[in-house]
């Protein structure tokens, strides 16, 4: 299985500011993906982040408000640009297993609160 | 479109009370259905992936059935350390690149 570290656990920002997350995987890994969990719902995919390529953004998510950079195949950040109320969520980074990604394991989550 | 549905929302249970939460979905091609157990404030935490009709899956006192249209987490005599939120996730063919869509989630509560 994978291990990954997600940092900052948690942030509080002021709107109109940015934050980044940074998600790093013990093993090499072909693919990273980053979710979005609003209170009380489910996860809703944000991108899809593979080393060497443009994101693939999902419906609704644009890479000016949610810029991804994957350098290298065990790391990956995401930053929420021009904070708002609303972007108060938790963000998750996830990974398959290797290039099978027949499993996938996320990281602790980033609560972020945007005051 | 995929659709994961999860039910019931909210699921209260007594100690050793056994029970079964459901997943159904609407999918592609199926690629893998998973499950999750969430623990307040973390990730979700990785249980089962099931890929066919039939398969079965267990861990401790977790098991994980999969039919074409449904998926079940039966859990046997629950403790009160298996409350949680438990997420359904599957992930569909003709994409190269492993998006999974998730359910709501069942919240159990297993009371002592």
């Known amino acids: 299985s994978a291990v990954i570290s997600q940092k900052p656990s948690r942030d509080i920002c002021q709107r109109g500011t940015s934050l980044t997350i940074q998600c790093q995987v013990d093993s090499q890994v072909t693919m990273m993906f980053w979710y979005r969990q609003q209170p009380g719902q489910s996860l809703t995919l944000i991108a899809t982040a593979n080393q060497g390529s443009e994101a693939t953004y999902e419906s609704g998510f644009v890479i000016d408000k949610f810029p991804i950079s994957r350098p290298n195949l065990t790391f990956s950040t995401l930053t929420v640009s021009n904070l708002s109320p609303e972007d108060s969520s938790i963000y998750l980074c996830s990974t398959g297993s290797g290039t099978a990604n027949t499993e996938a394991f996320f990281g602790q989550g980033t609560r972020l609160t945007v005051v | 479109e995929d659709q994961v549905t999860q039910s019931p929302e909210a699921l209260r249970l007594q100690e050793g009370e056994s029970s079964s939460l459901n997943c159904s979905y609407t999918v592609s091609g199926l690629r893998g259905l998973f499950w999750y157990r969430q623990d307040p404030g973390k990730g979700p935490e990785f249980l089962f992936t099931?890929?066919?009709a039939g398969e079965e899956k267990e861990k401790e006192r977790l098991k994980a059935t999969l039919t074409k249209k449904e998926s079940f987490l039966h859990i046997t005599a629950p403790k009160p350390e298996d409350s949680a939120t438990y997420l359904c996730?599957?992930?569909?063919?003709?994409?190269?690149?492993?998006?999974?869509?998730f359910g709501q989630g069942t919240i159990l509560t297993v009371h002592p």
């Open positions: 099931l890929y066919s």
């Open positions: 996730a599957v992930k569909a063919g003709g994409t190269s690149y492993g998006k999974l869509t």
